[in-house]
């Protein structure tokens, strides 16, 4: 089975390379648009690095400690996961501002030439973030066949990934809060105007967050739930080992094959959003169908089923995460606000914590049924299979900013409105797959940390909690209130760089009065310089919170104590999680909806109060809700580190 | 023991009616004041009947369920339980509506005499809720000597609760809400304007939420903590029932003396609000000494310890509450409202958040250390302890509404403006009492909580979670998703309700032109009537939610699942109503601080922002939040009961 692994892995470098040689074959447009699209480019990777360059001390030191107290595979094994872990971000981002200006230029083409650009620029993110987190695995799986050390990989990814999540989406949040509220409220300006000393901050954002945050984000997600799987399975059954290793590589194969297929047949939709969505659904059914092949060959159908039902209800939740941030509910949400901005919160909230039964409801029945089938295990199984096809479900969500970027470029550079109104199109259908691909990404959190639970009880040797031994609640209080702190210090953070964005943005606008009649181009650095500075002073001691407190809970109140506080840290996090992502997409989606014209359309009081909405959902929905995923694998993988450590 | 019980129980018979009489023997005022105070009497007894007659008939059923599967003597309990609870509600609202007007005209001849009325009425209420209380678990216990027959009287108590706080909850904000939506900010009505239609309901709701389903609530309370550590103290050690019934008897004559000596006392100090603080410390300390002696006699200083960790803890929460619902942490939140209203959303939410750090340490601290001392009996006797001078707190809690009423009756009967500045400063005292009872409630929920968690593990034998099967998991999930999906039902229900009330307010301002030039008296009726039906309409299906959903997990998950629910429902619930008193406490006080005259004053831009941000937090801090906390509390008797039974 890793034969075939390496070989679907070779088959994906091959594609990823055609693929970015085919975008950077088209033409990146005017003058104007390449000087956009480096500037953005410029200000990415000067915010990457300089976070690199505060995480990576951190990083070495840490691995210095798992090499004095291990050996050096441990050591490798952590820093080869961060490394690969910040590639894929990396390279992503790098990526897709090649393909922005591109994108906007294509859309002079019509469409189908903008999709085709944006799409690959997605896909090579997907692709590769896939065949790195399995490049990873396959290695030291290959090389050392203990799956012990494929926990500091995956550890070394959630502790990247935390970092670039936080990071990335207070940068983003502050830059597109800072520039609404002056640009587009106060100024009047409408989005994307170069005259808005933000607005490269604001494009900037949409690529550490949403493209380099996001991969990261993705690719521990990943790596966690192969990792907890593969540790289920040595204990249980080599052939399960097998069975992961086919999982995983036929995900890979049916992700590019959809790819490939999307980028081919795109044309033939109309429509941007069923093209996307028939990739989509095009992947699931290979794998499926692979699966099912393989499961019939070793005669254990029961894998078949788990993996099935947990593309089923990835799917389902996407559905349900529209249900509840789209149609009706949006309607209602437009029409509450029609009694101004309280009754809009108080209904976009309540909306948001209705949400979570539904989604809860879901997870339970993936849990039993998976378990019924296949135990524990079954649990992790199905969380892989939700992940199987990630290389097409992040083509898909990496294509958002990408849409989002040529938009902006076309505003910037003076483009045509024909190129706008497409790139608005596409862009559009990247707000609903953002939206599904939340709901998604909470939805294998909660699946992986239960598996990552229970491998924590394998290697803690907790196979039973003491009801009556008080630790096991106090934990789980400890943990119940880590998603609450964290989302409180990144919402601050988020507060706090915007409102001194804020103030240098009305500041540019009085000191320089050239800047809104257009003569003079405003100081784009400086905004983007307190962004990076905003984002990366203040990610440090949250993320350091998801690291720590399981190690101190473990010493302070021991294995039970930490198993409380994994149960709650899952439980109160996922309920955040989904009420900030729906809540968020809610209004989101209602500011959308009266700026069509609804209930007195863009400028009427409704609208303020959407506005007001929009603005408090963006770093509920944005910054707090992802991390929090991370928050509690991170969380859930260190305690099994360190379970593993003092063991030893 | 006992007989020094049924002792402390008569002199506070005695007690509460010469308070009763002392109130009556003042001047309820001028036909004007007499007549608003008995319209709101009116409303609220009539509001309290159609409360009773809606959930009377589901207590009988269930009643009846328990007889014929069980025996009578449970299903009396269960009955004498709501009965005394709905009892307490119900007599402190009359004597609280009897003083309202009494203290408005009080407030002619002062401050003094005024706080003297108010007080007076709220120590009616706080002697009778512990006294009912105490008397049906001394009776049951002097005449069954088995403590199960309380479990039952317990369940009675918290499933009235519930219904009494969700029903008072959702009519007090949607008066309130839609009140100050057309009255304060459309019609620009002063507050307690006689021209607002909705300015009786408003009234009224105090009266219904604030005094009768806090005294509800604060019963469930008293009686749960004094069941579980009953229960506890049956399996460990006779000693420690005694020391239970010592505690409580000690609680409450100190109650009745503090009571006593803070109105006979009251008129020395200048301040209101020192008044009751030392009113409140002198009960505190008054138990601390008596139980010193205690301890000193049985020799057994543990017991002094674990009762003065829970006095000390109850008022450090406080403290807590009052840090981040005042001074600094409020001018902050007031000057991020000047960036307007979403700024001031975001940090306040983001406050009420981190406020769960602090209140979960000291929470983590009094289990651990009260375990240490004394086991899980320890834990239930901490809160025993908080909870123990409840009849000097809940005196003080409740004199808050009824000084608001008589600030509105002021009002509304032309007083002069000194009456009303008196009322006011006796209301702001309220405001902050209140923001700390709530702290307080918290707290001692987490506690009894935690100690009926123990319980439900004897009673299920349940003494070991297997930490492999995913129904603990599960069931955590489950319980985690409850306080959310609670939240949100009762949230939409003020929504709703506040909405038809501000079309029926909009609609009689507009059809009758005489409403406000003050010619023509509004129909306050319909106002009531819609308060009334929207509150009953929408209580029921959240509070038969927190009855169904351990009893359906118990069958369905079995034990362990409902173990998983228990710990699940209680670190969210606990840390969403948290969150939700203190984002609500926060932005209400940040108002206040603004229409002091701070950042622009009242009518300014960022006034406007402050009133949105009360608005939003009205029915999480009053309806949600304090609900929540019988929810988990009606949860763990519910399945307490639950597993006796299926155990039999």
Chains 1, 2 share one sequence.
């Not at 961060?82 to 002079?108: D, E, Y």
């Not at 830059?175 to 933000?198: F, M």
């Not at 059954?237 to 036929?250: G, K, Y």
């Not at 506080?565 to 989904?578: E, H, N, P, R, Y």
Request: aromatic share 10%; net charge neutral.
């Amino acid at each position: 089975m890793l034969a075939l692994l390496f070989g679907a892995i070779v088959i994906a470098v091959c594609c990823v390379i055609i693929l970015i040689f085919r975008i950077l074959d088209s033409s990146p447009g005017n003058e104007e648009t390449i000087r956009l699209s480096e500037m953005i480019q410029k200000g990415a990777k000067s915010f990457l690095f300089q976070e690199y360059a505060i995480f990576f001390p951190i990083i070495f030191v840490i691995a210095l400690l798992i090499f004095i107290f291990l050996n050096w595979i441990c050591a490798i094994s952590f820093i080869a996961g961060a490394v690969f872990s910040s590639l894929a971000g990396f390279f992503g981002m790098i990526i897709a501002t090649k393909s922005n200006a591109r994108t906007s230029w294509g859309a002079i083409k019509g469409l189908p030439s903008a999709l085709r650009i944006a799409f690959s620029g997605g896909a090579v993110m997907g692709i590769s973030v896939s065949t790195l987190g399995l490049l990873g695995i396959g290695l030291i799986y290959k090389l050392t066949r203990n799956v012990e050390y494929i926990s500091y990989y995956s550890l070394g990814a959630s502790f990247v990934a935390l970092f670039a999540r936080v990071g990335g989406g207070i940068y983003t949040k502050a830059a597109d809060v800072g520039a609404d509220i002056v640009g587009k409220t106060e100024a009047n300006l409408p989005e994307d105007d170069p005259r808005n000393p933000a607005v490269i901050a604001d494009n900037v954002g949409d690529n550490v967050g949403d493209v380099a945050g996001m991969g990261a984000d993705l690719y521990e997600s990943y790596v966690g739930s192969i990792f907890s799987a593969l540790a289920l399975a040595t204990i249980i059954d080599a052939r399960f080992t097998d069975a992961i290793f086919a999982l995983v590589t036929f995900g890979l194969l049916s992700s590019i094959a959809s790819v490939v297929i999307t980028l081919t047949a795109g044309k033939k939709f109309r429509d941007p959003s069923s093209a996307l969505r028939f990739g989509t659904i095009l992947s699931s059914v290979l794998v499926a169908v692979c699966m099912f092949v393989y499961s019939a060959v070793i005669n254990l159908y029961n894998i078949f089923f788990v993996v099935i039902l947990g593309i089923f209800v990835g799917v389902v939740v996407g559905f349900v995460t529209e249900f509840y941030t789209s149609g009706k509910k949006v309607i209602n949400l437009a029409k509450s606000a029609t009694m101004g901005p309280a009754n809009s919160m108080i209904n976009g909230i309540s909306l948001g914590m209705e949400s979570t039964s539904v989604v809860t409801v879901l997870i339970v029945l993936v849990v039993l049924i998976s378990f019924r089938l296949l135990g524990l295990f079954g649990v992790a199984l199905s969380a892989v299979g939700m992940l199987s096809t990630i290389g097409m479900s992040l083509s898909v969500d990496a294509y958002g900013p990408i849409a989002d970027n040529a938009g902006g470029i076309a505003q910037m550079a003076g483009l045509d409105s024909k190129v706008r109104e497409i790139t608005d199109k596409l862009d559009s259908v990247g707000n609903t797959t953002a939206a599904m691909g939340k709901g998604f990404a909470i939805t294998s959190a909660a699946l992986t940390s239960l598996a990552l639970f229970s491998n924590y009880a394998n290697v803690a040797h907790v196979s039973t909690l003491d009801i009556k031994d008080p630790t096991l609640f106090t934990g789980a209080m400890i943990g119940a209130m880590l998603p609450f702190l964290f989302s409180a210090l990144t919402m601050k953070a988020v507060g706090n760089t915007a409102d001194i964005m804020v103030e240098e943005i009305r500041r540019q606008i009085k000191e320089v009065p050239g800047i809104i009649s257009g003569q003079v181009q405003p100081d784009y650095n400086r905004c983007i310089q307190i962004a990076t500075k905003g984002a990366l002073k203040r990610m440090v001691f949250p993320s350091l919170l998801a690291v720590i407190s399981p190690v101190m809970t473990y010493f302070v109140l021991g294995p039970s104590g930490t198993a409380g506080i994994l149960i709650g840290s899952t439980v109160s996090g996922v309920m955040l999680a989904i009420f900030m992502a729906n809540s968020g997409g809610a209004w989101d989606n209602a500011k959308k909806y009266v700026e069509e014209g609804h209930y007195g359309g863009k400028g009427s009081l409704t609208h303020r109060a959407t506005v007001i909405g929009d603005t408090v959902g963006d770093p509920l929905k944005d910054t707090a809700g992802p991390s929090i995923n991370i928050l509690i694998k991170l969380m859930a993988i260190t305690s099994v580190v360190t379970a593993i450590f003092v063991g030893r």
